[in-house]
């Protein structure tokens, strides 16, 4: 995706993220959470590839890619805030209202983990970079485990 794009749609879901009831429906909080996820996917892949050896390092392009991710990490959790948003086309489990505490625990520790990674990208120490990335990994694999459907 192109710098441009991914700023342009940034932009877009920050002004939205600030405002938890600009949400029509239940389902249009599903579907802003999950295109904000897709983002996430998009941009941990991309970095995973480059540390993978499965496409070349740029340097330049995985620090973008990890402040990218850093900035996307709070967005869709607004989307979990909304009545109905438990309802409707989503591999969200019911833990995720049930558990609330535990649930939005885990969201921090991602974006948490998101904000080391964005700076360990700019460091030229690659194995603090692969923990930084295993981190990020590590917290989006405990939220699937306990609060997604696969």
């Not at 940034?10 to 939205?16: A, Y």
């Not at 996430?40 to 995985?62: C, G, R, S, T, Y």
């Not at 959790?77 to 209202?97: K, M, Q």
């Amino acid at each position: 995706m192109k710098s441009w794009a991914v700023a342009s749609v940034l932009m877009l879901c920050i002004s939205g993220a600030q405002a938890k009831g600009a949400f029509d429906d239940g389902q249009d909080a599903i579907e802003y959470r999950q295109a904000a996820f897709g983002l996430i996917k998009e941009n941990f892949a991309d970095m995973a590839a480059m540390l993978k050896k499965k496409k070349p390092m740029d340097k330049q392009v995985f620090i973008e890619r990890a402040q990218h991710l850093a900035l996307l990490a709070p967005i869709p959790f607004n989307g979990f805030h909304v009545r109905g948003a438990d309802d409707g086309s989503t591999d969200a489990l019911p833990e995720i209202w049930t558990h609330r505490s535990e649930f939005d625990a885990i969201a921090n520790k991602f974006q948490q983990a998101t904000t080391a990674l964005a700076v360990a990208s700019k460091e030229d120490d690659l194995k603090a970079l692969g923990k930084a990335f295993g981190a990020v990994g590590k917290n989006c694999k405990g939220c699937h485990d306990q609060f997604k459907a696969e």
